[in-house]
């Protein structure tokens, strides 16, 4: 009768100590404690403090480890993460450009306009976000485009600058959604040739504005790869024309007057910090 007591002692504290479960924690601490639930790394527990179960948990960035079940665990290792605490971001981008505006009557709905409306760009970013996942930045990017025929020749350069301001939204730790706005400078620069001027150059800026919609997917820690869509917009109402030898402003009318309205698909990386 004596033993049928001691097994069932025995019994009892091993059914007791694979209930018990320790808990660690990323500040070295650990915690005996029973755990209930282990859901999207969050561990639910209860632990006994003066006689009396506790229920409580702990989020998924303070767990590095618990036992369970009698044997040890390693929180899951998850898809590259982008932290939301990372405040600032930074990026590099290119990918193909469409201007949207409508081409000089004098070249409209040639091939040589299509070539001046087609082309590339290449765009640097870096941005600071507040815990409110707003934040401001600065943008630079470059566009060009060119084209060429028998007595004629245009190499179109359209460069933008300005602060901006973007809010950010995440469902996940790994990708974010980002829309950003932003007023700055347009330059616009042409190297021309026409068989009558010869090579000459036309230059000209402008207030310009920005909207960027994009999706950051985590590729590794505080690394991702970039898409997006910007529209960038502004409008030449004069320009200042060069051949080397004389200089001059010239006004243009209404009807003349060079649109800047572009299309980019960006493509490239991105560092968070």
């Known amino acids: 009768m004596r ?4 097994l069932g002692i025995l019994f009892s504290i091993s059914l007791n100590s694979h209930a018990q479960n320790l808990l660690a924690t990323n500040t070295g601490n650990s915690v005996q404690s029973t755990i209930s639930k282990v859901e999207n790394g969050t561990v639910d527990f209860s632990i006994d403090e003066k006689g009396l179960d506790t229920d409580t948990f702990m989020p998924p960035e303070k767990v590095t480890s618990y036992t369970e079940r009698s044997y040890l665990q390693k929180k899951a290792e998850k898809s590259p993460k982008i932290k939301a605490k990372n405040a600032w971001r930074f990026g590099i981008s290119g990918g193909y450009s469409r201007r949207l505006s409508k081409s000089h009557e004098s070249i409209s709905g040639s091939s040589y306009a299509e ?4 082309g590339h760009h290449f765009m640097v970013e870096g ?3 507040f815990p409110s996942q707003n934040g ?3 943008t630079y990017s470059s566009f060009r485009s060119k084209s060429e025929a028998p007595g004629l020749k245009d190499d179109i350069t359209v460069s933008y600058m300005g602060p901006t301001y973007y809010s950010r939204y995440t469902n996940n730790d790994k990708n974010y959604f980002l829309l950003g706005v932003s007023l700055g400078y347009l330059g616009y620069k042409d190297n021309a040739y026409t068989s009558y001027d010869g090579d000459f150059t036309l230059k000209g800026g402008t207030l310009g504005a920005m909207l960027d919609a994009s999706c950051d997917i985590g590729i590794a820690q505080n690394f991702a790869l970039g898409f997006g869509l910007i529209l960038t917009t502004g409008v030449l109402s004069k320009v200042t024309y060069t051949d080397g030898i004389n200089t001059r402003t010239i006004p243009l009318e209404e009807d003349s007057k060079e649109g800047l309205l572009r ?11």
Request: glycine share 8%; hydrophobic share 50%; net charge positive.
């Open 127 to 129: 941005q600071y976000f």
């Open 3 to 6: 033993t049928f007591f001691l």
């Open 136 to 138: 401001l930045g600065i």
């Open 115 to 118: 070539d001046l409306k087609n």
């Open 263 to 273: 299309l980019d698909v960006k493509v490239g990386l991105r560092f968070y910090q």
